[in-house]
């Protein structure tokens, strides 16, 4: 018996030290890992949709509160005015989420671009979803309110060949992006005022 | 212990290089030398992994009970993988994005096991990281050199510089699994003959 609980004591000792280690370690790089994602991952995704902005999206940047969580907003500005916002949504595809940055204008409630950022589909069939630029272009001057979906669910969006669930995916991502748009504009137009410079 | 320290390390060089002698670790070493970068960070990781884990398995050695030494010894060494996953994804995300999967299973690497459960089990702590250490270099080592044959040959560049001129064609099954097999095999090979004098 006394055995026994020596082992016991020996393997909780070993995992609650670990645990500590790592969540401090976790806390140390935290901040750094998330901007190292902005930059390889996040960045240039949200560079393309914001294509012709003339400020910087990656640093004029601010975190609302969203139920629960918490959501990045970038906010482009075009012509001197930040009209211009975008937030990475995701939606199911077949190997996992997929993650969607869609652009917002806020003055006219149309989609200004989408860009896919992270996702588990397969390369050469699913994967097109972020390497052909013909599929997201099509989301391009949408109305917000308009349902996103593709053409064989009754929407507009023509999916890309052997690549359904994926597009399905994409699209998904989009409309949960529109929920947030429509339950978030008011608080985040107030965010944007609050923006200095 | 009729080694001294300094044996305890250069036996890693040579006589106990991992992947060539000890013929352990192959998975990784196959996997990971398409190119000198991922060679080098590869067997950076390693190399910290196993200094860590074998200094501090060394220093709590009398205090593991025997029966329940493998579950420790896997805790201490998935504790330190995940602290080189976090930091390189902090510091060196691109390296994150091309290693991948292999940074993880690093936990279950043999050579770190053997290593653990061979030598630092039964040894001081600076003979352990002396150990650690010359173990770690060697596996550098290898995987640098099966990565500068793949690389300059499959695909004409060192480190990402061309070496070649432009009328190089590359020799794209080196790049390629079979490629790797192959290499090996002739390192192997080489290690023999030389060994037999």
Known sequence: ?197 | MAKSVVQEFTKGLWAEIPPFRLVLGLCPTLAVTKGVENGIGMGVALTFVLVCSNVVISLVRKIIPNKVRIACFIVVIATFVTVVELVMQAFAYPLFLKLGIFIPLIVVNCIVLGRAEAFAAKNGVVASFADGLGIGIGYTLALTTLAIIREVFGNGTFYNIPVFGPSFKPFAFMVQAPGAFVCLGLMLCIMNILGKK
């Open chain 1, 1 to 197: 018996m006394r055995d026994m609980l020596k082992l016991f004591l020996a393997v909780v000792l070993f995992t609650a030290v670990s645990g500590g280690v790592l969540a401090a370690v976790r806390n140390a790089t935290q901040e750094r890992i998330e901007y190292q994602q902005l930059k390889f991952v996040k960045g240039p995704a949200i560079k393309k949709i914001l294509e012709g902005c003339s400020n910087n999206p990656l640093s004029d940047r601010f975190k609302i509160r969203d139920g629960a969580g918490e959501r990045n907003i970038f906010v482009g500005e075009f012509n001197g005015k930040r009209n211009t916002i975008a937030f990475e949504s995701f939606g199911m595809g077949e190997g996992g989420p997929i993650g969607v940055m869609v652009a917002i204008n806020l003055d006219t409630d149309k989609v200004v671009g989408v860009g896919v950022t992270t996702h588990k589909e397969t390369p050469g069939l699913g994967s097109r979803i972020k390497t052909e630029p013909a599929f997201t272009a099509q989301f391009k001057g949408m109305p917000i309110k308009d349902p996103f979906k593709v053409k064989a669910d009754g929407g507009k969006i023509d999916a890309i060949s052997g690549a359904t669930i994926s597009s399905r995916g994409v699209c998904g991502a989009v409309m949960q992006s529109s929920e947030v748009y429509l339950r978030l504009k008011e608080k985040i137009i107030e965010k944007i005022k609050g923006l200095k410079g």
